[in-house]
């Protein structure tokens, strides 16, 4: 008689036991696994590793006109207009700029070189700050006003008061190019729109050296 | 066997099993490709959003893009390894599912930190879901909490925004994935329960399924023993000539002799009314008066009647005579039919045939003949209706055999209703049958029907309802039928409603004359 078919015999296997363990394959996870831990830890320190904050002036510098308008605030972000992590910074401006729309006199000062081309005028960047309601864009051929300003690192926020005084001073974003509400951010706003009379607040800056000088290659040190 | 409820669960695990090995190995496939293409968008986005870093106005390599390549190569490469070397097996989907958690992390950090790229670790743990194995989803968790835990502790910022977060803070963002995970376990469970449904449902079906194989084999093996004896029988029966041959001849022949022994009756009940004596009185009462005979057949009133009465003995036995001569020719007829059976059943135990071209309706008429005394006996009406039909080609003597033997069928049928008209009709008439022309004798009678029951089973070897049936004659009728290249079939619309058995022969008769005689 013919045997009946068996559909569901199992195929032979040469398989081990489920659940068995091999010391190699964990020798080898752990050797995958522990470079790759390695290569997101250094990751993960470069993103909140911050530049150099430089060393603005306390007070508003008598040389560079026009001043803060009486009454408001005046607040400066120093970009580079090439730097993919001051992308975010730009988008917390824009929050803050959204949140106190007349509350304050804000400028954006994109470093260029002397001669600059359109990849410096008009990058993305740019463009995007431009698009932003009650901030004016200026360009600063060669970082004289960085220089001016101490203003080492893209991204740089500075906040000056009424009386000329430095009220803040740093980034704006919680990490390198990382979006999202964050200490600096708030502390702004809470200048701008609550008056806090506090001392002078900081935070960290992220972002690309704006010039060559010695302390931009310090701050980009951590950048690299 | 019938399978055991132990042996059935344990089919049903080795299907799962395999089942499953199947899904998982088809789920490593996928995620190599997978793997592939995520590297290759996070290389495109490091690119795309953050190809340089600058210092004033020179550039450099920025580091995501250092990271994608190499870190995102480093990530894929083993799950892609294992889902090559050691598919479907649990440290290769575990892998996957740290390495995809893995590739999250990479994605976010090269695209800035989206909110929008967080989603890849949703949908990753949605489609690590389609193992239908809980625990890699815990694996993937596992790595997202201790990567919020550990950048909660290190990294703050990084993570929450804040430099000053809560210890626990982790736990919010752990939290949105466990509640997702809630959902994709439970999808895992119900996943696994189908197949075990699906698995136990396809055994029962392959049980059944082999049951019928089995059932199938027997039936099967059946049916060759059976074909195999009745081969033999047949084999056996043609060669030796013997015992359905026989049976055959004794049959028909007793068919014959029933008709044999009525005609004999006939004439010896003929004989003894005979009127002899009445002659031998009269003859008595000549002598008697042989002195005044003139004066007697004269004057004698019983003298006056003797011419008379000489004469109507005269007139009967004269009557009596061709009766006798009637039966007397039947009955030879009916021995002649014997003679012919007999050398008919010889013939065919020698495999041949004596064709011959004959009136249907002559030999229908003979073989009613036949009959005609048990016809009288029993009271039953003949009707006959026969169509101008072509003269066939054909062995005479076994088409009577097989109408008498019906006609005698018929008889008893109807004999054996007791109410109701007692009918036979015989019917003859040319009909087409599958683009060939044929001679058709219907005998149809109105007696006792048959059971629907017993139809097929008619003309089967041995089958009678009779108490004193041997069940050969229609089955031999049957084959002599289908040797003469026609057929012969039986139909009833039930008991007490009649029957109608039709013989069909071929008016061409090629195929008859072609025909091996087994």
Redesign the interface.
């Known amino acids: 008689?013919?045997p009946?078919?068996?559909?569901?015999?199992?195929?032979p296997q040469r398989r081990r036991p489920?659940?068995s363990f091999r010391w190699s394959?964990l020798l080898?996870?752990v050797c995958?696994?522990v470079?790759?831990f390695g290569?997101?830890a250094a990751?993960?320190?470069?993103?909140?590793q911050p530049a150099s904050a430089g060393n603005p002036p306390a007070l508003w510098p008598a040389t560079e006109p026009p001043g803060p308008n009486a009454g408001r605030p005046a607040l400066i972000m120093f970009a580079?207009p090439?730097?993919?992590?001051t992308?975010?910074s730009m988008e917390e401006l824009a929050r803050i700029m959204a949140r106190a729309s007349g509350m304050v006199d804000a400028r954006v000062i994109f470093?260029c070189?002397p001669n600059p081309t359109a990849d410096w005028t008009d990058s993305d960047l740019v463009r995007s700050a431009k698009a932003i309601p009650g901030l004016s864009v200026e360009f600063d051929p060669g970082?004289a006003k960085a220089r001016q300003f101490g203003a080492p690192t893209?991204g740089l926020t500075l906040l000056y008061d009424r009386s000329g005084k430095l009220r803040f001073s740093g980034g704006i974003t919680?990490?390198r190019?990382?979006?999202?509400?964050?200490?600096g951010e708030d502390a702004v706003l809470d200048l701008i729109i609550n008056h806090d009379p506090s001392p002078r607040r900081r935070h960290?800056v992220f972002g690309?050296?704006?010039?060559?000088c010695r302390d931009?290659?310090v701050a980009?040190g951590a950048?690299? | 066997m019938n399978p055991t409820p132990a042996n059935r669960n344990q089919r049903v695990e080795l299907l799962v099993n395999e089942h499953y090995q199947q899904l998982t190995a088809k789920m490593d496939r996928l995620f190599i490709i997978l793997f592939v293409v995520q590297f290759l968008a996070a290389v495109a986005a490091a690119f795309w959003i953050s190809p340089h870093t600058w210092i004033g106005t020179t550039s450099y390599v920025h580091v995501h893009v250092i990271a994608a390549i190499f870190l995102g190569a480093a990530i894929a490469s083993m799950p892609i390894f294992l889902a090559i070397t050691r598919p479907a097996q649990p440290v290769t989907r575990h892998t996957i599912a740290v390495a995809q958690m893995l590739f999250s992390a990479l994605l976010i950090h090269v695209t800035g930190g989206r909110i929008e790229t967080h989603f890849h670790v949703f949908g990753s743990l949605a489609i690590l879901m389609l193992y239908r194995d809980w625990r890699v989803v815990v694996s993937a968790t596992v790595v997202v909490a201790a990567d919020h835990f550990l950048r909660g502790v290190y990294w703050p910022e990084s993570v929450f925004g804040v430099a000053a977060a809560s210890h626990w803070r982790w736990l919010e963002h752990a939290g949105w994935v466990v509640f997702e995970d809630i959902f994709l376990i439970s999808a895992c469970v119900a996943g696994m329960r189908e197949m075990y449904a699906f698995a136990t449902r396809q055994v029962e079906l392959a049980e059944a399924n082999d049951a019928l194989r089995r059932a199938e084999a027997v039936e099967r093996d059946r049916a060759e023993a059976e074909r195999v004896a009745a081969g033999e029988r047949v084999e056996l029966s043609r060669q030796a000539g013997m015992a359905e041959v026989a049976t055959g001849v004794l049959h028909n022949v007793g068919n014959v002799l029933n008709s044999v022994n009525i005609a004999a009756a006939n004439v010896a009940e003929k004989v003894r009314a005979n009127k002899a004596p009445a002659l031998a009185k009269a003859a008595a009462m000549i002598r008697d008066h042989a002195a005044d005979l003139p004066s007697f057949l004269a004057d004698d009133p019983r003298g006056k009647q003797l011419p008379a009465y000489i004469e109507q003995v005269a007139l009967f036995m004269a009557a009596e005579q061709q009766a006798v001569l009637d039966e007397l020719q039947l009955l030879s007829g009916n021995i002649d039919h014997i003679k012919q059976i007999i050398a008919a059943q010889q013939r065919f135990a020698k495999g041949r045939k004596s064709l011959e071209t004959f009136d249907l309706a002559a030999a229908m008429d003979d073989a009613i003949r036949m009959n005609i005394s048990a016809f009288d006996r029993h009271g039953v009406e003949v009707e006959r209706a026969f169509e101008d039909c072509p003269a066939i080609l054909a062995d005479k003597h076994q088409v009577l055999q097989i109408v008498v033997n019906l006609l005698s069928n018929a008889k008893r049928a109807v004999a054996e209703k007791l109410d109701g008209r007692k009918l036979i009709r015989v019917v003859i008439e040319p009909v087409e049958d599958g683009g060939k022309r044929y001679a058709s004798v219907r005998v149809i009678d109105s007696g006792v029907g048959i059971d629907p029951a017993n139809l097929p089973k008619i003309f089967m070897h041995g089958f009678t309802t009779r108490q004193d049936g041997h069940g050969f004659g229609l089955h031999t009728a049957a084959i002599q039928a289908r040797h003469m290249g026609g057929s012969l079939a039986a139909a009833s619309d039930g008991p007490g409603l009649g029957a109608a058995f039709t013989l069909k022969l071929p008016l061409t008769n090629e195929e008859a004359l072609c025909r091996p005689a087994a």
């Open positions: 008689m013919e009946p078919e068996d559909v569901i015999a199992p195929a489920p659940g394959t080898l996870f995958w696994l470079p790759i290569g997101v990751l993960e320190r470069y993103s909140v580079h090439r730097c993919p992590c992308s975010a470093f070189p970082g893209s919680a990490a190019g990382h979006a999202g509400d964050n200490d960290p690309c050296a704006l010039t060559e931009a290659r980009q950048s690299r």
